[in-house]
């Protein structure tokens, strides 16, 4: 009794079958003769499992396996045939997260200036996303938070939290939240960068899986122009006034001095 499998080998991938089956071709699985010689008593049967792995998404759509029985002889001269047809649903759950610096454009910033980001968590699978939550870290020591499109959670110098971006909605596959995070750059980093990190950390499916995704982007934090030198020439400035200060002082004091001793 020969039998065949047909699959779409762009979804599934063949693993293990039992019984072991004589061949195997992307897309079709062949037994010659599932009877092994012998045959089929009526009532009887014959079970065949076929363990695939799911290498792409279908959803909305499945994918179709096909079982054919081709010219099952019964007697002398005598064939059938039969097929029945399986079908699966594939789920892709997937997720993308891109962080940009949005200003300054040039990618660095003076002390005082805002420094804005742009996170955007995009559905690149085929099955809704229901919960999104979003952290933002950076170094406090170098920006220091304004504000952000979405309101979030929580605030702790370093970290930003979003416990849920969909507010109990949904991320449908194909769609995305895009959110700007507004920082006040306090202390300079120049040569360097300091770089700021977006984390997604197990957003939930409407499958029984987790995922995660994160990104950085990066910002150069200098001193304004003329500002190095405005600040050696206030500090100058104030020796000179000191100076100037202790001078009249001591003056004073040896004029006291004097008439003190005039007075004797």
């Known amino acids: ?115 804005i980001f742009t996170v955007t968590v995009t559905n690149i699978g085929n099955t809704p996303l229901i919960t999104v939550p979003l952290k933002d870290t950076y170094d406090p020591e170098k920006l220091q938070y304004d504000s952000a499109t979405v309101t979030p959670d929580a605030i702790i110098p370093g970290v930003i939290h979003w416990h849920n971006l969909t507010h109990s909605g949904k991320l449908e596959p194909e769609n995305s939240i895009t959110l700007e995070i ?17 984390a997604v950390v197990n957003a939930t499916t409407t499958v029984d899986v987790l995922l995660s995704g994160e990104d950085d982007a990066e910002v150069r934090i200098a001193v304004p122009v003329g500002g190095e030198i405005f600040r050696s020439n206030l500090q100058y400035i104030w020796s000179i006034t000191v100076l100037i200060i202790l001078a009249f002082a001591f003056s004073g004091l040896r004029q006291t001095r004097k008439d003190t001793i005039l007075r004797v």
Not at 182 to 198: D, F, I, L, M, R
């Open 1 to 115: 009794m020969p039998i065949n499998d047909t699959y779409d080998y762009t979804k599934l991938q063949y693993d293990v079958a039992s019984p072991a089956l004589n061949t195997v071709s992307p897309g079709l699985l062949i037994w010659d003769d599932l009877t092994g010689g012998g045959s089929l008593a009526s009532g009887q049967s014959i079970q065949v499992h076929i363990n695939y792995t799911a290498i792409d998404g279908t959803l909305p759509d499945v994918t179709f396996n096909h079982a054919n029985v081709t010219r099952a002889a019964i007697g002398e001269g005598t064939y059938i045939n039969g097929y029945d047809t399986s079908e699966v649903a594939i789920a892709d759950p997937r997720i993308y997260v891109e962080k940009t610096l949005k200003q300054p454009s040039g990618g660095t910033a003076s002390i005082r200036e805002n420094v």
């Open 182 to 198: 507004t920082y006040k750059a306090v202390n300079k980093t120049s040569p360097g960068v300091t770089v700021n990190t977006a």
